[in-house]
């Protein structure tokens, strides 16, 4: 239950100032910084819902993501927002007054993409500072802007600015990073122009400072103007900054805007996987920034603890603690720091699961917060949740990120919930990865949850319960969720049916990530083979690595771990375990294996090539551990309406996938029970809506 603000551990009062910001005023230092969601100009209603719920939780400011100024700077398949025209405004005040019904600041980031977008929406020519390829692998080249290119710009940027405020923001963006267009004029490496906007510091900076000013002066009577500015000039190496000449880039502007909101160049670092980057990873590059300017400063630094925030801010790093992720975990987050109750903060574990939404386009969604995103849609609240529907026990069995999930909420609910583990401990799946090296930050998905458990009196708890149709029988729940995850296969997928690799005649040793896990490492040369795409593989060869294996990480994919470009930390991987001295065989096919040599074909030419190898392992799909859950449907004949209980398999014992879809899997059963969606029509459908049907009724849900 929330307690109220009295609860608060003075220390931490500094969090709560209120804060000046040009003309504007933020109740607490909570920030918000700008993140895409995959809803941008698409999907409004779920897009306001979610950052409405944001400003509930305590966020003092709570910003949009990259809005559009122009159709020349357009981003599908990722949806960025937009400001564009009339109709961007109404969309944008439907977040501008949800978030001001709580007391917080909005904020708008007007953004302009240059080489990053190839407008395959708007069919328009993208425009930078030279003609280049595009700097995201479209076969398309920008044209180089001329004088009224740039003029044409600053209009733009203006009119956006306008439509910024009259949709009710109090806080205007200029963008000036992340390899956009704004940053491509600060670059000395890339501002080759040789009029006014090029060569000197002074000139490169001109069109930052134009902007600046000219949206001061449209829109800085009401609202504050913010700069997302790169405190270094180039990547090096993780915490040793390369400022380069950015420290007197920044004394020349220092003064200009009523708030910095600073990042860095390497985007791998400031949105870093926990595999790699930790907490306040941004401090080195702080440096000068505080000491430079009068104005107020935010950061990032996937800030959970807050005693780190309070550091920070003490010790002169920053005035607001800037927060995407943690606020997509936890968008209660300040208003948990502000009631003590810190036990209940949803941390985030740094998978960036959250940035996949971008990256494919789709909405947002969030392996510890199963609500990111479904608040319009289905109505889900991150901290309330509907009372059960009746005096009703269920089983759990299995507790891993799906069966605690649902013991969880089904805790919350009021039910009585028995939670089933056949092991001695709880976690499942993420207890398990989070022993492999960096992915220790997974196991949060655990103890947020066990923590949450321990102080429910409704929930009981039973390890080392392997659980029969007898034994679930016995219990006599009204309900029974079967959450036994899954297990990894020795086989591989050839797109018709699972085959093995083994040599005929022969017995090698093939092993499989759960082999790994559980502490069996094989000796000698190892040939891992990746076929899932995702973190396993590469987590799998690391670990070997570390223990004076010599690997070779084999793929059928062009990439080494290709899919974890969606979460935007595929190429940290790769140098990570180069640097190691793993090697790889990209677009490889496993053909056999007889314990001495390894058959590996080129999935292109056929070519056949020999690795040397004691052990193989297998990173390629999991079987569903669902025994259980189909001896009791086989005990009736697959008739489940004649079992004593209602019965439902979810997460990876139903179908194996990533942890976010078993968290889902598990508080959408809590959500459900009692309450089941009409199968016919289970969500509202948030798209552009033409009016009234013929029938006289709605789209949209009103
Ligand atoms: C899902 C997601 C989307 C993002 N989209 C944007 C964006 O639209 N504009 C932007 O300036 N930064 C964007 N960022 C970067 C964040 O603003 C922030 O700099 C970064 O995530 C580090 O902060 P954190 O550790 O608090 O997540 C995004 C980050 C995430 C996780
Ligand atoms: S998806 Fe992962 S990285 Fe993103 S907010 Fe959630 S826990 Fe954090």
């Given amino acids: ?59 003092g400011v709570v910003c949009t993501e990259y809005n559009s100024i122009h159709p020349s700077s357009d981003d599908l398949p990722t949806p960025s927002a937009s400001l564009w025209n ?32 190839a407008n395959l929406m708007t069919r328009e020519v993208a425009m930078d500072i030279q003609s280049v390829p595009n700097a995201v692998g479209h076969p398309f080249q920008t044209r180089a802007m001329d004088k009224t290119d740039i003029k044409n710009l600053r209009r733009w940027h203006r009119k956006a600015a306008l439509r910024a405020r009259d949709a009710g923001f109090d806080i205007v963006y200029v963008y000036a990073t992340h390899t956009y267009l704004l940053s491509n004029f600060l670059n000395p490496a890339i501002n080759t122009r040789t009029d006014e906007y090029g060569g000197s510091l002074e000139n490169r900076t001109r069109l930052m400072r134009e902007l600046i000013e000219e949206t001061k002066d449209a829109v800085g009577d009401r609202c504050a103007v913010a700069v997302r500015f790169a405190a270094d000039e180039e990547t090096g190496e993780d915490g040793a900054p390369i400022f380069g000449e950015r420290r007197e880039m920044f004394e020349i502007m220092a003064n200009m805007p009523d708030i910095w909101d600073i990042n860095i160049q390497d985007y791998s670092l400031e949105m870093g996987v926990s595999r790699f980057i930790k907490e306040a990873s941004l401090e080195p590059y702080m440096e000068f920034i505080k000491a430079t300017t009068d104005k107020p400063v935010v950061t990032v630094g996937r800030f959970t603890s807050p005693d780190t925030m309070v550091s920070q801010l003490k010790r002169g790093v920053m005035d607001f603690v800037g927060a995407a992720r943690p606020s997509i975990a936890d968008p209660f987050l300040p208003s948990k720091i502000e009631t003590g109750d810190l036990s209940a903060i949803r941390e985030c574990i740094g998978c960036n699961i959250c940035y996949s939404g971008d990256s494919t386009g789709t909405p947002i969604r969030c392996t510890q917060n199963p609500t990111m995103g479904e608040e319009w849609r289905k109505g889900w609240h ?141 000796e000698g040369p190892v040939l891992v083979y990746d076929e899932d795409s995702y973190y396993m593989g590469s987590v799998i060869a690391e670990c070997l690595r570390n223990n004076g294996n010599d690997v070779t990480l084999a793929t059928t994919s062009e990439n080494v771990s290709a899919w974890a470009g969606k979460t935007s930390e595929r190429w940290r991987v790769r140098s990570h375990l180069a640097r190691l001295g793993v090697k790889f065989e990209l677009a490889q096919e496993l053909l056999s294996f007889d314990g001495e040599t390894a058959t590996l074909s080129d999935v292109f030419s056929g070519a056949e090539i020999p690795v040397h190898a004691a052990a193989v392992v297998m990173v390629t799909a999991r079987a569903p551990s669902d025994d259980l859950y189909q001896a009791l449907m086989d005990s009736v004949d697959g008739n489940a309406d004649q079992l004593p209980f209602t019965l439902k398999r979810i997460g990876d014992c139903e179908a194996p996938a990533i942890v976010a879809a078993a968290t889902y899997a598990g508080h959408r059963y809590a959500r459900e029970l009692g309450n089941p969606p009409d199968p016919d029509e289970p969500l509202k459908h948030d798209r552009v809506d033409v009016g009234e049907t013929p029938e006289g009724a709605h789209l949209n849900g009103g």
């Fill in 382 to 522: 991150p901290e309330k949740i509907e009372a059960a529907h009746a005096e009703e026990s269920v089983l759990i069995v299995g507790a891993g990120p799906a069966g605690l999930e649902a013991a969880r909420a089904l805790g919350r609910r009021g039910y009585n919930v028995m939670l089933a583990e056949g092991t001695t401990e709880l976690g499942g799946r993420v207890t398990r990865e989070s022993t492999l090296p960096g992915m220790s930050e997974y196991a949060r998905v655990r103890d947020y949850r066990v923590q949450q458990l321990q102080e429910m009196v409704n929930v009981d708890i039973f390890l080392d319960s392997q659980m029969g149709v007898d034994e679930v029988m016995e219990v006599g729940a009204d309900h029974v969720c079967i959450a036994t995850g899954s297990t990894w296969r020795k086989e591989r997928y050839n797109w018709e049916t699972y085959v093995g690799v083994a040599a005929e005649g022969t017995d090698p040793l093939i092993l499989a990530p759960d082999d790994i896990m559980s502490g069996r490492l094989p």
């Fill in 86 to 117: 009339d109709s961007d405004i109404r969309a944008h005040r439907m977040m501008t007054d949800a978030v001001h019904e709580h007391g917080a600041l909005a904020g708008a980031e007007l953004w302009y993409g240059g080489h990053r977008s």
């Fill in 1 to 59: 239950m929330p307690r109220d603000t009295s609860d608060r551990d003075p220390r931490y009062d500094i969090l709560f100032e209120p804060m000046k910001i040009g003309p504007v005023t933020a109740k607490n230092r909570f920030y918000q910084v700008p993140h895409c969601t995959g809803m941008g100009h698409m999907r409004p209603r779920t897009l306001a819902e979610m950052r409405r719920v944001k400003a509930e939780g305590g966020w």
